[in-house]
């Protein structure tokens, strides 16, 4: 990762932009509002009020020479996201190009009603580092120019122009985090963020557009999924000549060329075309076949689900001459992964029975739907109980060894854990405050300072204000976090009954509701007891 970072279009930054970021946003949301270019509940919409700051991480492609890195940038709870959400859905009609793919079964669609001809070279083309080297200002020029062109695409209280203010807001405040050090992303877009999805597929799809319309000699047909592309060509030669006249038309995008294979074959997506427009299922030379084995703890409609989806993937691949190969495939993969021959062949049956039949409309549910982790011994009388109710039960998982055994990103530093029970010491007696806040501590620190208006607000500001004692800041510590309302609510009660802490104006825990009692005595056993105040401190 490290290498990535300093090759790539990055630059270091001398702090974290996250604390100032919200309110530069705010500044320029309420600007558009008063002009009245955006709504209210667009301003509302792209707000996120307790952020934490992106984080960069790295997969491996283990399917490639060299096993590169593909960065990816968490967006979950970050200054942005809701602005990048609200901003890419409405650009989401700016990519419905005709060359645009929705999965394989789309692919194969406009494969075979392609008329015939005699352009019989099928090649893939693919984007070199799509989404860090496609240039976003093109992009946003092109978005602009759409709006302006066709203004009802926009609701009629949000104008062409604050989409552009927002879209060169976010690309210039492009940051991300990685190992504690912060850097600006000068080039492209991160992957992860929904926004940089939208524009990339707008850019790409402009590019392969002017191509195909200006192209002497154009492919006969041509589609592609986000960086992938699929032509049918004449031959090798009318393929490279093709793909230097595409590289010839930008500087940002690099178009790579992969050619048949020594058998004419050539895979794109999951599909695997044959040299005689035949179909199959096509799997990397590095799928091991290795799925959920059937005595995994996990429900038992999850492994059905897997039977079904590569039952339904081999009928909608597969040509009739390729099909009973996958079949007898998927059937001894599952029995090597545990799973027991009548179960396999019961749901390879009914969804055969499934595809065939005609799709009819299911009425939409009115239940409500809960989802809980799965436990095994629990999970079938929970369903029960809940149905008896007309709630819907699913399931998550709970521990995995992935979640064990690999962490992908840097963990924060304990200064900028939002959801946290948090605890803040006095310098001058035995005496600290416990508390709650779904900000991140930082922002904390501020309603905490001593002052006249606060002191009947906040215990740290009443005892620094009645006592003259200082309050050690610096020293405050996170005792734990958590992301659900409930969970901080419990540990809040648990930390307080534990640690005593004296400047709390409520000293004793706050109180919870009744179901919740049972589980108490678990979590208040997480925390320990106080140390001692040092003696140096309390003598003097």
Known sequence: MQEHIGEGPY????????????????????????DKKISKAFYDQARNLHPRAPQMYGTPKIHKKGIPIRPIVSFYNTPLIALHKVLAHYLKPLTCSPLRLRDSRHFLECLRSAPPDTYT?????????????CDMALARISVRSKFLAQPDLLPANISPSAMDTLIEFCLSN??????????????????????????????????????????????????????????????????????EFVNSLSADLTYTLEHPRADGSLPFLDV???????????????????????????????????????????????????LPNELSHIKQVLLDNGYPLPRIQLIMQRT?????????????????????????????????????HQVELTFNSNLTLRNLLTRTKTPPKPENIPNAIYEIPCGDC????????????????????????????????HHALTT?????????????SAQHPTQLDLLEHAAIKIRKPELNRMHSAPAIQKPWAIVLPDIEAAFRPRPAFPPSITDT
């Open 468 to 480: 003259g004692h200082r309050i050690a800041f610096e020293s405050t510590s996170i005792l734990t």
């Open 272 to 322: 695997l075309l044959h040299r005689d427009l035949s179909t199959s299922v096509y799997r990397k030379p590095t799928h091991t076949d290795k799925y959920t084995h059937y005595t995994t703890a996990a429900p038992q409609n999850t492994k059905d689900a897997l039977i079904r989806s590569l039952t339904r993937r081999a009928y909608c691949i597969c040509s009739s001459q390729h």
């Open 430 to 461: 035995p005496g600290t405050y416990c508390g709650i806040t779904e900000h991140q501590s930082f922002t904390r620190r501020a309603n905490n300072i001593p002052g006249e208006e606060l002191q009947y607000k906040s215990g740290v500001a």
């Open 352 to 388: 055969k029975v499934s595809i065939n039949r005609k799709k009819s409309s299911k009425p939409a549910s009115n239940h409500a739907h809960a989802c809980v982790p799965f436990y095994p011994s629990i999970a079938k009388p929970l369903q029960t109980i809940a149905k008896r």
């Open 121 to 133: 070279y099928p090649c893939s083309l693919d984007v070199k580092a799509l989404y860090t080297s």
């Open 174 to 243: 492009s940051y991300f985090e990685y190992d504690n050090c912060f850097y600006a992303q000068n080039k492209g877009g991160p992957m992860g963020s929904p926004l940089t999805v939208e524009l990339a597929e707008i850019r790409v799809a402009e590019v392969e557009t002017l191509a195909l319309n200006t192209s002497p000699d154009p492919p006969s047909l041509y589609m592609h999924f986000v960086d992938d592309g699929f032509g049918k060509f004449r031959d090798r030669n009318h393929a490279e000549t093709y793909l």
């Open 11 to 34: 630059s270091l930054l001398k702090k974290d932009p996250t604390p100032t970021l919200p309110s530069k946003l705010d500044r320029v949301l309420k600007k558009l509002l008063n």
